[in-house]
């Protein structure tokens, strides 16, 4: 079975630049995660979808950051314009409803940076 | 909002030698859960623990939930090289799906 897909898997851009990020998650698996690694703050959550809808983005960073789930099958996380702090490891993962009793299954991850 | 503290942050042993990670809440858990993450990888389901108490062990890895359900243990038995890399716990907070990590203990072995 196919896990989560993300890309790119690597990104380099100049800051000022739009980065879009994409997602596919599990067939069948109902909630979406998009998560921000950094060796500073760890793993970082920052908005959730469930059944497509966004359920918490409370840990989205600010304005520049947004994510859509258009249809069951695809996210994308954009960043417009980006800066230098934005790079980390972002990773999506999904897993099957209902969420409390389910693990998540993680993609390869996006390693982005900004320069 | 809930957090789960774990700790150490690091840990380095020397190939053989036992491994312990601990992960603390002030509030109840409704369960806990453990991933692996390797160097440039990603976090890796490893189990779950619902019961107040519960001991799960996997081959040479032993999983506790405590009594209380307000904390949880990882402990490797006899580590090896192949055990390297950052183990989180997590559970899940106040909203139906929002998966709360803790920060990691980042485990080398010295072969």
């Known amino acids: 079975d196919a896990g989560v897909i993300q890309s790119p898997r690597h990104e380099v851009t100049e800051m000022g630049q739009e980065v879009t990020l994409r997602c596919k998650p599990i067939s069948g698996h109902d909630y979406l995660f998009w998560y921000r690694q950094t060796m500073m703050r760890g793993l970082e959550l920052l908005i959730y979808?469930?059944?497509?809808?966004?359920?918490?983005d409370s840990g989205m960073p600010e304005d520049r950051f947004s994510a859509k789930m258009p249809n069951a099958s695809f996210s994308t996380l954009k960043i417009q314009p980006s800066e230098p702090r934005d790079s980390a490891v972002y990773f999506c993962a999904s897993s099957l409803g209902p969420g409390r009793s389910q693990p998540q299954h993680f993609g390869d991850g996006t390693r982005l940076s900004i320069l | 909002g809930q957090q789960v503290m774990q700790i150490p942050q690091y840990q380095h042993v020397q190939e053989g030698e036992d491994f312990t990670t601990y992960c603390n809440s002030s509030t109840t858990l409704s369960n806990i859960q453990w991933y692996k993450q390797r160097p440039g990888g990603h976090p890796v389901f490893l189990i779950q623990l619902v019961k107040s108490g519960e001991v799960k062990k996997q081959k040479r890895l032993t999983f506790q939930f405590g009594e209380a359900k307000k904390n949880s243990s990882l402990h490797i038995t006899a580590t090896q090289t192949t055990d390297v890399g950052t183990y989180f716990c997590a559970s899940y907070g106040g909203s139906q799906g929002n998966l709360i990590f803790g920060k990691g203990t980042k485990l080398s072995v010295k072969p």
């Open positions: 979808f469930n059944n497509n809808v966004p359920i918490d």
